[in-house]
């Protein structure tokens, strides 16, 4: 699933070539797209696009009565649809946006149909769903904040992250990442890590959203999740890159339903294999 840095990416290169355009229609291909029935898209028909932005994993297109709240889900994508099939692939919604520019089609592969916009009126962005559930920006908090959350939400620090409700934009693949930068356990506890956790926690969240940003802002389109330079995610057995700093080990994995946690023993859980009760798998 893409996540802050893909999305912020993505957001700012629709906001080269639509900022300034005026709405024309929003058209669902299906009854799942449009998820809210107030305030009605057509409010914002004849409006230019304000600006085009990011919140947690959302995608944000602004106009002045309302603004599109875009979430792409696992396979979602939004880009100009030069096709203008009568039914394209996956398609989820097209907005358009009048002849001098293509629509954007949403789209979403598979049959989950959980990707989605909702529109929401001005002024109540940051308290309507959808973004009104989720916690402060990621890349936003500062140690101390981020250490009070720890105080509030006793959990794993690695559901902690994931979860959009404490801190927003951060998913699985960046989960990973940040505590393998920040040397903590997945599964070490929130409130323990206190204001020393938290900070590693904010300086790693820093790293890797900034060089997550800078791969992304140097591609023409959204990764896929697999073309993203990881150092623990989804590296399962291949060296830790840290390998050359301390004894060779390797990236280890526990599998769950939805995704995997990668982690280094070494640099993490002071060579601890993490066991959890559910099925997991370890490397021989
Ligand atoms: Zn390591």
Redesign the pocket.
Known sequence: MPEMPEIEAHAERLAQDYVGRTLTKLHPFNFTALKTAVPSPDSAYGHEVRSIGRRGKYLTIEFKPLTMVIHLMQGGRLLPDTKLSKKPRGGQARIMFGDDVAPLLLTEQGTERRAGIWCVSAGELETADPIGKLGPEACDVNAAELALLFSQKSMRIHGFLRDQRSIAGIGRRLANEVCWQARISPFATTKKLAVEGASKVVDAITTCVTEGLEYERGREDMSKSKDRPSNAHGQTGEP?P??GS?AN?TIRSIEYSGYTVNY?P??QTNGKILADNTTSKFLK
Do not use: F, K
Request: aromatic share 0%; charged share 25%.
């Open positions: 830790c840290r390998s301390h080990d280094c070494t640099c």
